[in-house]
């Protein structure tokens, strides 16, 4: 068996490294396709080193360009090594454009692809990645999702529960597996006092750094946030846009304030570790601060990770400075809820989802269930049935009695339960979706 991992930024090579790791204990052969949308030396070669990875075995250096026209080179590159290589499945995690083009580029070659983190949803069409994660998952065959939350908005979208796998996130077996790496290696300890009352600030998103209203809200509240030790390295397109509206040099005198350049991945790690709070416009950042035990903050007005903060470690501020001040005092000045929020249980797992997404990808290999084939009988779709379901039975019951039906959502009055096949029916109405074949 031979499986291709495709990645191309930052996020994606940290969240597939344990899953590269699980692979290489099971004596799996793979291979590694770098496209390169981040294209420095950190996120290239020293990335990979710093992560103790082997260097990939592609790069196709794609670098900074328009969304299309990277897209566009990323395809052609991805798809002549796929012809070369022929893996078995390829795997792709999260939402970026090399996520994209490896699912378009593998799905058009008739080569199943694993999405790795599937089915997360913001429901905002103008963020450029939620446009990628609903075209990655609409290629894709394999649906690893981190939460039951997400793989009830793939059903929602017709996705086939049998195809969907609740595993977890693998950023916590990553936060694991890192966070030792950077505390044997990083040196940020003699650049920062790791005990002092941190706030880690991270701030690129195009909503928040392009609009100067919003982004003024920002600053300003940090400047008033004087009690506390603010940390914030920045992102270099949010550094111009804050030079560009006038707003670098007051939070660059700010006696409080230790503005930064962006830190390599592993001093991030232990940075945020030994932070008091984050505040954040990052969907990773989200799922890292809950998995350390971070009460996060959250400076936008929507989540595709709604699930930390219905499990109460992340508050959705937006970017009003007066929300976002109150809520810092709040959080750290109320032991109680400070507490609460660094307690919250981890919706993503105890850092075994690489584990399970492996084992369940070697499973449906052995069983000759991977590979895409075309169909050998007529099928027809007869429609989709609601039904209340009056009997004793449960979802895989019912399947087998009633062939060619499908259980694709289960209501228990006006909640939306996911079909599990053990998942018992009686008194539950069901959305079924029922096919006609016959043998050619």
């Not at 700010?254 to 416009?281: E, N, Q």
Request: proline share 4%; charged share 25%; aromatic share 8%.
């Amino acid at each position: 068996m031979k499986i291709a991992f495709i990645v191309g930024t930052r996020p994606e090579i940290i969240k597939m490294s344990p899953l590269i790791d699980e692979v290489k204990k099971k004596g799996v052969n793979y291979i590694l396709i770098h496209t390169g949308q981040h294209y420095d030396q950190e996120m290239s070669q020293q990335f990979f080193t710093d992560l103790e990875l082997t260097q990939p075995d592609y790069n196709i250096g794609v670098g900074s360009s328009s969304h299309g026209k990277q897209t566009a080179v990323m395809l052609e590159g991805i798809e002549e090594i796929l012809l070369k290589e022929n893996p078995d499945i390829i795997l792709v995690e999260g939402d970026t454009n090399a996520v994209m083009a490896g699912a378009i580029a593998s799905s058009k070659l008739l080569l199943p692809v694993g999405h790795v983190e599937a089915g997360l949803r913001s429901f905002d069409k103008t963020m450029p990645e939620e446009v990628n994660r609903m075209i990655a998952d609409a290629c894709s065959n394999l649906f690893f999702v981190p939460t039951e939350e997400s793989a009830i908005n793939l059903i929602f979208e017709g996705i086939n529960p049998h195809n969907i796998h609740i595993t977890g996130n693998t950023i916590v077996d990553a936060c694991q597996r890192n966070l030792k790496i950077a505390e044997k290696n990083s040196m940020l300890v003699s650049k920062f006092d790791l005990g002092e009352n941190i706030i880690t600030v991270t701030l690129h998103r195009a909503e928040n750094v392009d609009d100067p209203v919003r982004l003024k809200n920002i600053t300003d509240a940090l400047l008033e946030l004087m009690e506390f030790t603010i940390v914030f390295p920045v992102h270099p397109r949010t550094r111009k846009n804050l030079e560009k509206f006038g707003f670098f040099d007051s939070l660059e005198k700010a006696k409080h304030i230790r503005v930064i350049k962006p830190v390599g991945y592993l001093d991030f790690l232990l940075l945020l570790s030994h932070s008091k709070l984050v505040l954040t416009d990052s969907g990773g950042l989200q799922e890292e601060a809950i998995t350390l035990n971070i009460p996060c903050l959250t400076l936008r007005y929507n989540t595709e990770r709604p699930e930390t903060v219905t499990a109460g470690g992340n508050i959705l501020v937006g970017s009003s400075k007066e929300v976002v001040i109150d809520n810092v005092r709040n959080i750290i000045n109320d032991y109680t809820l400070y507490k609460e929020m660094s307690n919250a249980s981890n919706p993503y797992g105890n850092g075994d989802s690489s584990e399970k997404i492996v084992d369940i990808i070697l499973k449906i290999f052995n069983d000759g269930e991977l590979a895409i084939k075309p169909a050998d009988e007529f099928i027809s779709h007869d429609g989709w049935y609601l039904q209340k379901i009056s009997e004793n039975i449960n979802v895989a019951e019912y399947e087998t009695i009633n062939i060619n039906s499908l259980i694709r959502i289960v209501f228990d009055e006006n909640k939306v339960l996911y079909p599990y096949p053990l998942l018992s029916l009686i008194n539950k109405t069901v959305i079924i979706d029922r096919f006609n074949s016959k043998q050619s």
